[in-house]
């Protein structure tokens, strides 16, 4: 006689089903049975983490990658712990699924009856579903074996259909209870458009393309995020149009393609860039999202662009709803719309001579030096910091091989979401990410989890002492000045490369150009745990196309 199918289980075979491969965890007693007696025995992985907000973000690194990811966590003191990252995976459209341990019926009803509390306990069974019904697709609370297919179904189903994260409650005293088992397989809802609001949006932007003399492609990081990158790709060959990217959207597609131009990010952006975008008479944006990160001291031209995002296509005063990215892509390509000019040289990314070896780094010059090290198999990350300067101009070959949060901006992310990266990654692939100090100092356990596992990323810790982006954002001018930064702003020194001590895997202090270049090539051929690099440069130091900002 066959064991009976359980409640436990299904939650397995779904997230299996939808492709999740590694599920990130922290030991909890109301979560505890249900990831070692059902996660442990399948083909999911389990990554154990050691606080719950880096289990977000390297669940979040996981499926910007593989299309998915989850963590689990206990009730209340686990999962508030992760809500930062389940924010910044909501606001950015990243898959990640929440599963919460969650106290059994008895004790919530205990609770709620005659106030005995059960550890973690705040308000009774709403608290956290009231705190995740704002930051994710759908909430749901695992409590009754015969709903719990159901449930578990819909919220998956939400998470891939809208690439957002969802939150499941699952009861302790659930898991080993009967159910029925799946029934066919979950795949996304289906994208609706309006088709009046299709075919005028369409026309309207076709016959811009056609009547334009400088006519330019946005590509936004909803390409990305719905996986439409075939897609786009056909229309940019059709067209035949120069196109730019936004820090969100960076290396969506292969910076290698001769119609790329760069990376506009208002005055961050290269010259050139600039010089295109402010020559183009109609721009067709395709799925951007406009922020004050990638709109940096620039104010949106809507008479001359058209949006297609949100489900809308927006041009000057036109507004079409209920527009579908997918679909405006497939009925561009489908109008046969295309321009027979040649097509926009490539921009050829300038050369630098050798530095010193004995120069100290400065934020231009690092960047100027690490593009030899970056090739078709390196993932590049970078933080919430000044490093979004400097990567932003930095050359990716390869499609799909940058990730960054620049829409939410969370100080800290990118180190710990790089050991979901690692892995997601295909195994050629080499992860190497930028962090500044402060956010380093934020998640720097980060180490332990890529050394237990063996995980290999190259970050790299730049080491200006100070909070730099902030006093950038807050005010500029003391970079130019000798006035000090904000009391806020400075840092508490450590030692970064000394941490390799403390997490067992292997670190480097670079000060020099010729120490820089020693400390990428040991971490090059370290392939066995993670390397840290301590980049030490001046508090004054700036990327080059930071210094516009002068208020």
């Not at 009547?211 to 909803?222: R, T």
Request: glycine share 8%.
């Amino acid at each position: 006689m066959s064991d009976p199918y359980t409640v436990g289980q299904y939650m397995v075979d779904r997230l299996h089903q939808v492709g999740l491969g590694h599920l990130f965890s922290i030991a909890g007693d109301y979560s505890i049975r249900w990831v070692n007696g059902y996660v442990g025995p399948s083909p999911i992985t389990v990554i154990e983490e050691v606080n719950e907000l880096n289990a977000g973000y390297a669940a979040d690194g996981y499926a910007r990658i593989n299309g998915i990811g989850a963590l689990c966590v206990t009730y209340s003191a686990g999962a508030l712990s992760a809500a930062n990252a389940i924010a910044g995976a909501y606001a950015e459209r990243v898959p990640v699924v929440l599963i919460n341990g969650t106290p059994d019926i008895k004790k919530t009803l205990a609770f709620e009856q005659t106030g005995f509390s059960a550890h973690h306990f705040i308000s009774g069974r709403e608290t956290d579903m009231q705190a995740f019904e704002h930051l994710t697709a759908a909430a749901v609370r695992v409590d009754n074996p015969d709903l719990a297919g159901m449930l578990i179904d819909y919220a998956l189903t939400q998470c891939i259909t809208e690439r957002r994260p969802v939150y499941i409650e699952l009861l302790q005293d659930m898991i080993d209870m009967e159910c029925e088992p799946p029934r066919g397989e979950l795949r996304p809802a289906r994208t609706m458009s309006d088709d009046a609001s299709l075919e005028e949006s369409i026309a309207t932007i076709t016959a811009m393309l056609e009547k334009a003399s400088n006519p330019l492609i946005w590509v936004g990081i909803e390409v990305d995020r719905f996986g439409l990158h075939e897609q786009a790709a056909m229309l940019l060959r059709q067209l035949n149009i120069p196109y730019v990217t936004e820090l969100l959207s960076k290396s969506v597609l292969a910076e290698e393609d001769a119609l790329f131009a760069g990376v506009f990010d208002g005055q961050a952006s290269s010259a050139e860039v600039q010089s295109l975008v402010e020559g183009a008479d109609f721009v067709l944006a395709l799925g951007v999202w406009l922020t004050d990160l990638n709109t940096l001291g620039w104010s949106p031209e809507f008479e001359k662009t058209a949006f297609v995002s949100f489900d809308t296509v927006k041009y000057g005063t036109s507004f079409w709803a209920q527009v579908a990215l997918a679909h405006a892509i497939d009925a561009l390509i489908k109008s046969g719309v295309s321009r027979k000019a040649a097509p926009f040289p490539a921009v050829t990314p300038p050369t630098t001579a050798p530095p010193d070896p004995a120069a100290p780094i400065t934020y231009t010059g690092f960047y100027d030096f690490i593009p030899r090290y970056v090739d078709e198999n390196t993932i590049v990350g970078s933080d919430a910091s000044l490093n979004y300067f400097g990567s932003l101009l930095l050359r990716v070959p390869t499609a799909r091989a940058f990730f960054a949060q620049p829409s939410y901006s969370s100080i800290g992310y990118i180190s710990p979401a790089a050991t979901g990266v690692c892995l997601a990654k295909r195994r050629e692939q080499r992860v190497m990410v930028f962090a500044g100090d402060g956010g380093f100092q934020m998640s720097a356990q980060c180490l332990s989890t890529q050394t237990r596992f063996g995980l290999d990323p190259i970050i790299f810790v730049i080491d200006n002492g100070v909070y730099g982006v902030e006093q950038w954002l807050a005010d500029p001018t003391v970079f130019r000045t000798d006035d000090p930064f904000y009391d806020s702003c400075y840092l508490h020194p450590w030692e970064y490369s000394k941490l390799a001590a403390v997490f067992g895997c292997q670190g480097w202090k670079a000060a020099t150009y010729g120490e820089l270049d020693d400390a990428v090539q040991g971490a090059l051929a370290n392939t066995s745990g993670p390397s840290i690099i301590q980049v030490v440069i001046n508090e004054k130091s700036l990327p080059v196309n930071a210094e516009w900002k002068k208020t």
